[in-house]
């Protein structure tokens, strides 16, 4: 009897520990994968930053150019 339970209680904890080891690779691999995934959208944001800059200077260039245009028109 004393050696069905201590077999009991090695298969038990053997069953924990490799279901732990599994638990833990699994976390690490989501956690892989969220870090991915902020890593690619952080680069989506930059570029999309970027983009937006280059645009509004674009129009503030233009709106800076007509209106010296309009101030030369109203001075002469």
């Known amino acids: 009897?004393?050696?069905?339970?201590?077999t009991l209680a090695f298969?038990?904890?053997?069953?924990?520990?490799s279901c732990k080891e599994a638990t833990e690779d699994k976390?690490?691999?989501a956690t892989?994968?969220?870090?991915t995934e902020m890593e690619n959208k952080?680069?989506?944001v930059m570029d999309a930053v970027d983009s937006t800059t280059s645009e509004v200077t674009k129009?503030?260039?233009?709106?800076a150019?007509?209106?010296?245009e309009k101030v030369e028109?109203?001075?002469k």
């Open 42 to 44: 952080a680069e989506e």
């Open 32 to 35: 892989e994968a969220v870090g």
């Open 73 to 75: 028109e109203t001075v």
């Open 27 to 29: 976390v690490e691999d």
């Open 59 to 63: 129009e503030v260039e233009e709106g």
């Open 1 to 6: 009897m004393k050696k069905v339970i201590l």
């Open 11 to 17: 298969v038990a904890t053997l069953s924990f520990v």
């Open 65 to 68: 150019e007509k209106m010296g």
